[in-house]
């Protein structure tokens, strides 16, 4: 027994000639285990690991197809076994901690294994984008000076060629260069060079590069290291985090308000990783070049957040800072530099956490609570939780850090207690979070002629705050102009659906077109020009409701002085019009900054002393049981823009509401995360929701009505029959219409599952994904610890 596992280490881990076989987990992702499919390692490849790239034949016709090494074998099963073609051309390999990340997220979020690799590895690395060819020539080292004399018999050409490429460098030159050593040499042509090849006195060899143009570095906005006196519970979480490197795996929640110097400390930490590197090397470990650690620091956009992504790269030499914007080449090559252990600290959006580094010391993800860490397309992982398997996985510390925390992470810590708690209660250097006024408009309403989106006091406010040459940021999280169209006699009743989807046509205004603008559907994107009139009844239809576009024309007309700027997804759309857009607002060029959610995350801007909350509502009645912690998110990390220059000039903030009374605007109004979080978590405990249970929600779409019908009930029969077998642990909703039961012409039905724990959710759904009734794919969703619910 003994020495059977013995010979079981040995083979799983090393290359020896015993592990005759492999399973390869393909990339179309037609196998649905996560084990993946048996071929045999032929001699030639006999060093291939898990987690290298390889191609391999596929069906009868033995179709050459990619996949991943998961695991070596000595012994297969199955009687006749195909053999791995080769190795990819590219010589892609993923860490193994990677490849095991991509079993758990396969099991977990129910996705076939080979999509999630190919999730984890950017298109541009798969393809080898940016890659170029090379022909070098060099003189070949083992050939003595006086051979290369005319006494070898060469011509005066191919004397002057060798002379010239003596004085020029050893290393050799591109085929390209060449065209100029003959120059030199006084040669018309490059034929003395392919005749020195061709007597052995040059060779020539093949490289492959990758050549990305990296064009002109943008400017950085801080990059000394600045001598800040740290608070003192920036110190002491510091201190805590610093002893937790190298101690084993430990997630840690930093609560910090915002302002409180988070980012501050997430860089004290990864600085103090590499210095207790450095002291360990110096002390006689040998390490390799490549066991340097590095850090991963999640953020949620990039292009929102350029000041977080500024600042690492301002502190550290190698950092690698993944974001949309980047080229097909400049991807692949930063995938490399990490790869190769050339760029340790990586700074990225979600899929940053496949970062494939060969040794992480530490996980950052800030802004924990944000959504978009959930990807709603297959795999459908939430990166904060993958990180945290990750960090399990590698035995490392995980930080996540917010100013409003989600409430998993915080039931995390208070209920369940496998969370590290530590909080940065107070803003830096003696500021002070923002005074918050809460304004009813029901009663500005009644006061006040016409409709007005800005009230009275906001108004004066705004006004005030630029006389005194301050900055000032609006926001209201809904595009366009008005998200209603109807017909103003309500006895016709007629609205602007789309005709599509199960939703209103929201108005975008355009004054470029005739009809002064056009309607589109919010979630399938249809669109056409603004009907002038009602079609049952040929009144002229009137627009109602907000969005960013309204309050942009009020703010034009009553402070026509105002400099401003509109931030939202139509009005921004690449990553330089934000940049240029937070550039002006920084240098102070626009006054006003205008916009949806967008500008409520993380921006660090010092002028700014006033910030209104046009409609702290609309987020308050969605069909979601999150809508209240979306409230209180929004409105403290907006309100958290204000106030961070200097002690002298403390922030404002104004909420306007419909209503003042409620408890959510009330919490998020006094900055008490603390109290909301109570209250809510167990208003979510008395129903069972998550944080309390874990939740999976399964969509079922068809164009077919009865189809999706027959469909879904089916799926919930076996569901029902597997969770009875099981003993019935799990509660299951449904099957019922989605709350939008039609998008894109699709319709489309669920099932809620809500199981007491992770692993008893696991179980059901795995026993009826292996009985083929679950599938991921483009007819039904499976939904792990889902985020939207619409
Ligand atoms: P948060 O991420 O919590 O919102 P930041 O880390 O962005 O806060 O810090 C806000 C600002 O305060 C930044 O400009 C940062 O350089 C500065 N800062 C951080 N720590 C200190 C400190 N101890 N003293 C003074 N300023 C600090
Ligand atoms: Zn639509």
Do not use: F, L, P
């Given at each position: 027994m003994v020495v059977t596992q013995l010979f079981d280490t040995i083979a799983m881990s090393g290359s020896t000639s015993s592990q005759r076989y492999a399973q390869v987990a393909l990339e179309q992702g037609i196998d649905s285990s996560s084990t993946g499919l048996t071929y045999s390692i032929p001699e030639s490849l006999s060093d291939i690991a898990v987690g290298d790239r390889v191609i391999v034949p596929l069906g009868r016709r033995n179709e050459q197809v990619s996949g991943f090494v998961v695991e070596l074998t000595h012994h297969s099963d199955i009687a006749h076994v195909k053999s791995i073609v080769g190795r990819d051309t590219h010589s892609i390999s993923l860490t193994p901690d990677l490849v095991e990340l991509a079993r758990w997220i396969s099991n977990y979020y129910c996705c076939p294994l080979g999509m999630v690799f190919s999730t984890m590895l950017p298109a541009a690395v798969k393809r080898g984008t940016g890659l170029i060819t090379q022909l070098w020539v060099r003189r070949k080292p083992d050939i003595p000076a006086e051979i290369t004399s005319k006494k070898a018999g060469h011509s005066k050409l191919q004397i002057a060629v060798l002379a010239v490429l003596d004085t020029m460098e050893k290393e050799g030159r591109t085929w390209g260069e060449i065209k100029r050593v003959a120059d030199l040499a006084g040669a018309r042509s490059v034929a003395p060079v392919k005749q020195l090849i061709a007597k052995g006195y040059l060779e020539s060899r093949q490289t492959r590069e990758i050549h990305a143009d990296w064009g002109e570095e943008a400017p950085r906005l801080e990059s000394a290291r600045p001598n800040h006196v740290l608070t003192s519970s920036q110190a002491h979480a510091i201190q805590k985090l610093a002893a937790s490197v190298h101690q084993g795996f430990s997630v840690h929640l930093l609560h910090g308000a915002t302002g409180s110097g988070k980012t501050e400390v997430y860089l004290r930490v990864i600085e103090h990783l590499l210095q207790e590197y450095g002291k360990a090397n110096s002390a006689?470990?040998?390490?390799?070049?490549?066991?340097?650690p590095g850090a991963i620091v999640l953020v949620p956009e990039i292009a929102l957040t350029p000041q977080t992504a500024d600042r690492f790269v301002g502190r550290f030499p190698d950092v690698a800072v993944l974001h949309s914007g980047l080229s097909g080449a400049q991807r692949h090559e930063e995938w490399r530099r990490i790869r190769e252990g050339r760029a340790r600290i990586v700074v990225g959006a979600r899929s940053a956490i496949f970062a494939p580094l060969p040794n992480l010391g530490v996980i950052i993800v800030d802004e924990e609570h944000e959504s978009s860490f959930k990807q709603d397309q297959l795999p459908r992982y939430h990166a904060r939780d993958v990180a945290v398997k990750r960090g399990q996985l590698l035995n490392i510390p995980v930080v996540l850090g917010s100013a409003t925390p989600s409430l998993e992470s915080y039931y995390n810590v208070t209920v369940r207690g496998s969370y590290h708690l530590l909080e940065l209660p107070d803003r830096v250097a003696g500021l002070k979070l923002p005074a918050v006024e809460i304004i009813d408009m029901g009663q500005e309403r009644r006061k006040r002629q016409g409709v007005h989106l800005m009230s009275l006091r906001l108004e004066q406010a705004l006004q005030t705050t630029i006389d005194e040459g301050g900055q000032a940021m609006l926001m209201l999280n809904r595009r366009g102009y008005a998200n209603y169209l109807a017909c103003p006699d309500h006895r016709c009743g007629w609205m602007m659906g789309c005709k599509y989807c199960d939703a209103m046509m929201v108005y975008h205004k355009d004054a470029r077109l005739p009809v002064g603008g056009l309607v589109r559907c919010h979630h399938c994107e249809a669109e056409q020009l603004l009907p002038p009139t009602c079609p049952n009844c040929g009144r002229r239809v009137t627009t109602f409701g907000l969005g960013t576009q309204r309050v942009e024309e009020e703010l034009q007309r009553k402070l026509p002085s105002v400099r401003f700027i509109r931030m939202d997804s139509d009005a921004m759309r690449t990553g330089k019009d934000y940049q240029r857009s937070l550039e002006a607002f920084r240098n102070q060029k626009v006054d006003v900054l205008l916009g949806t959610q967008m500008i409520a995350k993380g921006l660090d801007f010092p002028n700014v002393r006033l910030v209104g909350v046009i409609s702290g509502d609309t987020s308050l009645h969605l069909p979601d049981f999150r809508a209240s912690e979306r409230t209180f998110q929004l409105i403290a990390q907006v309100a958290g823009r204000a106030g961070r220059g200097d002690a002298a000039t403390p922030g404002l903030v104004i909420v306007q509401t419909f209503k003042p009374d409620d408890a959510v605007i009330g919490l998020a109004s006094r900055h008490d995360y603390v109290g909301f979080a109570k209250r809510e978590i167990a208003l979510r405990k008395e129903v069972n929701l998550p944080p309390c249970s874990r939740m999976a929600r399964i969509v079922v779409r068809n164009t077919n009505q009865v189809t999706c019908h027959a469909e879904v009930k089916k799926l919930a029969d076996q569901l029902a029959a597997a969770n009875q077998a099981q003993g019935n642990h799990v509660r299951i909703r449904g099957p019922m219409p989605c709350p939008?039961?039609?998008i894109a012409d699709h319709f489309r039905q669920q099932i809620e599952l809500f199981a007491p724990d992770a692993a008893t959710m696991q179980r059901l759904l795995t026993a009826v994904r292996n009985a083929k009734a679950l599938r991921s794919d483009n007819k039904m969703a499976v939904d792990v610890d889902p985020v939207s619910l619409l």
């Open positions: 006689g470990r040998k390490d390799s070049e490549n066991s340097q939008i039961a039609r």
